[in-house]
């Protein structure tokens, strides 16, 4: 008869080695009843779990290097269940559930103590899985706050064990700490109890800050990395407590420092939206060109209001990659406002057309002139913009060897600030307006001096001396023509920078100029140089058959080239008849024979047969 299955616990405990102990009543001295001296238990290892590096591996390698949460969730429901097989610490069988509860004595070895920890990924896995359909669905909120709520138990049971079990290290202790605070973090953020979520945060990343500085090189940037991302959490809290100031700048930094925050990022976006609906409010009419346009749309404001605060963080940014950034997203955020002034034009130009009045022609006007204003702010950033990567490409790049971008790069940058300026130009009450046409021409001028410059430079590369000469004779014209502009601006419009760029590259085309005449010279006096090395030794002797020059009979003497030249022969004549078009033949009508006819012809045919 079979004997029936253990249970995965006794079967676990029945694969353990037994220990041999002493007998009873055995010498003191350590001998057995037989006699035979006990063998020394070995020492127990301690265990090591080292919980933010292990999660970390798992999470990048299973579907949260892209955001993909359920990818993780099913990656974690195989892993418990594979954990729980390999441990025989199954709870039931397939059609029968027996909860096995984990306790100190139970966890024999440190993958025990990967059962609350693997639940507790699984749990919240599946909670910012919600996450990302809270917005269209606000019910899945209520799952959510249940999930989060038993990955922080799964992770207070971690936490239990390793304080119990005398055989954890300090290291592992210390980690399931910090990962329950972190988890009871996430709660109570969701929950919005800011202040217990403050708390939380702020010890989790105290504990995190500590061992960074006790582990090895290679985990220190994860453990510096998740001080990071608590760090955004921490100041939202502290935001809305009020330990902040209620600055759209403020929340701004936050938003971009909250590394994998999907969390924060949410409710980031939420009261960032609230705040700019507050400041636009506020916002009723914009300047430009001494004009007052007055903004009606509540959306229009919205996106003004961001083009604002764009600008105000491009005069704090101090890197030029942040710059770039900025003036990208100033760019965008000005093309979405100038969609939002489209918009409103061809409705009220539709309108216009069912009922003519005075009042929609000046609503028209003024949209007109919020779309210019718009134009105008658009392209003057991205004058700076490219000016900006102009610098850029002027230093050199460690990528490249030291060595700066090539003429035709920037050639190709003033070719768009060129089109850019003459943009400018083209905006209605740009052209009235005769200090700023008279910047635009100076600007203009600029651009094309150094233009040509760089295109001279690109020339030069490739010794077309003439070219290149030209280029830079035109160079200095455009330099003085910019100088005379800006001498005729007022003196608070000039910038002075500009001015003395344009003196400098003055005198750098000059030098140039220069040099290329120099090369030019020494070019001619090189070919001068080779051509009086040449003799008449060199030609073959079929070339100078008239003239005796005695060679050395080392020297080798060329007879005839190979291949022969070519020479020039004269072709074939063709041949045309023109008189043959006017010569009269004579007739010869009386030498063709005659054929017979009638019956006879057609009897003696018959019967003979004809000749032909």
């Not at 220990?19 to 020492?43: H, I, L, M, N, S």
């Not at 759209?248 to 420092?257: A, F």
């Not at 051509?531 to 005796?548: I, Q």
């Amino acid at each position: 008869r079979p004997q029936p299955r253990a249970s995965g616990f006794n079967m676990a405990a029945a694969e353990q080695p037994e220990v041999p102990t002493a007998v009873e009543g055995g010498d003191p001295d350590g001998q057995t009843a037989a006699g035979v001296e006990e063998e020394p238990r070995p020492k127990e290892q301690d265990f090591c779990l080292e919980i933010l590096p292990l999660i970390k591996e798992a999470q990048n390698q299973h579907g949260l290097r892209h955001g993909d949460y359920q990818r993780y969730r099913m990656f974690c429901t195989r892993r418990l269940r594979r954990i729980r097989r390999s441990l025989h610490f199954t709870q039931g069988h397939r059609n029968r559930y027996h909860k096995k509860t984990l306790t100190t004595e139970t966890v024999r070895s440190v993958r025990y103590l990967y059962l609350p920890l693997v639940s507790a990924e699984r749990a919240w896995a599946l909670a910012m899985e919600l996450k990302q359909d809270v917005n269209t669905e606000p019910r899945k909120r209520f799952h959510l706050l249940r999930r989060l709520n038993k990955a922080t138990k799964y992770a207070r049971e971690l936490l239990k064990l390793c304080e119990e079990c005398e055989r954890c290290d300090a290291r592992t202790r210390l980690e399931a700490q910090a990962y329950l605070l972190w988890m009871v973090g996430n709660v109570k953020f969701e929950q919005q109890n800011w202040q217990e979520a403050l708390d939380a945060f702020g010890q989790s990343q105290t504990i995190y800050e500590k061992l960074a500085g006790a582990v090895t090189e290679e985990q220190r940037a994860l453990y510096s990395q998740r001080v990071e991302e608590i760090t955004p959490n921490i100041r939202y809290c502290a935001y809305n407590i009020g330990d902040m100031p209620t600055d759209i700048t403020q929340l701004m930094k936050l938003k971009s420092g909250a590394i994998g925050a999907d969390m924060l990022a949410s409710k980031i976006d939420l009261v960032l939206s609230k705040t700019q609906e507050k400041a636009a409010s506020s916002l009723t009419e914009v300047s430009w060109l001494g004009k007052k346009l007055p903004v009606r749309s509540e959306k229009l404001r919205v996106c003004l209001v961001r083009v604002g605060q764009s600008d105000g963080e491009l005069g704090r940014a101090e890197r030029a990659e942040e710059r770039m950034e900025l003036y990208e997203r100033l760019m965008m955020e000005c093309q979405d406002a100038m969609q939002v002034v489209r918009d409103e034009l061809a409705a009220e130009t539709a309108l216009a057309d069912k009922k003519r009045s005075q009042k929609s022609g000046l609503q028209r006007a003024n949209l007109e002139s919020l779309l210019d204003y718009l134009t105008h702010t658009k392209l003057t950033h991205a004058i700076h913009r490219n000016l900006l990567l102009l610098q850029t490409l002027r230093e050199p790049h460690p990528e490249k060897g030291g060595r700066v971008a090539k003429p035709e790069e920037f050639v190709r940058v003033y070719d768009i600030l060129l089109q850019h300026v003459s943009e400018l130009g083209d905006i209605s009450g740009v052209e009235d307006d005769l200090a700023v046409k008279l910047e635009n021409t100076a600007r203009t001028f600029t651009f094309k001096a150094f233009r040509c410059f760089h295109l001279a430079e690109s020339y030069a590369s490739m010794k077309k001396w003439p070219e290149a000469l030209g280029l830079f004779d035109r160079a200095l014209d455009h330099v003085t023509q910019a100088l005379e502009h800006y001498r005729e601006l007022e003196q608070e419009r000039v910038d002075q920078s500009e001015v003395t760029k344009l003196q400098k590259l003055q005198e750098t085309t000059r030098g140039r100029k220069c040099e290329i005449h120099v090369s030019t010279i020494l070019e001619t006096q090189e070919i001068e140089e080779k051509m009086s090395e040449l003799s008449l030794a060199s030609k073959p002797l079929t070339e100078r058959a008239d003239k005796f020059i005695l060679t050395p009979p080392t020297q080798k003497v060329t007879l005839a080239p190979l291949p022969p030249d070519y020479r020039p022969i004269p072709c074939k004549p063709l041949f045309f008849d023109l008189a043959l078009n006017h010569v009269e033949f004579p007739p010869l009508g009386h030498r063709v024979e005659k054929k017979q006819g009638g019956i006879a012809g057609f009897m003696k045919g018959l019967l003979w047969g004809s000749k032909s």
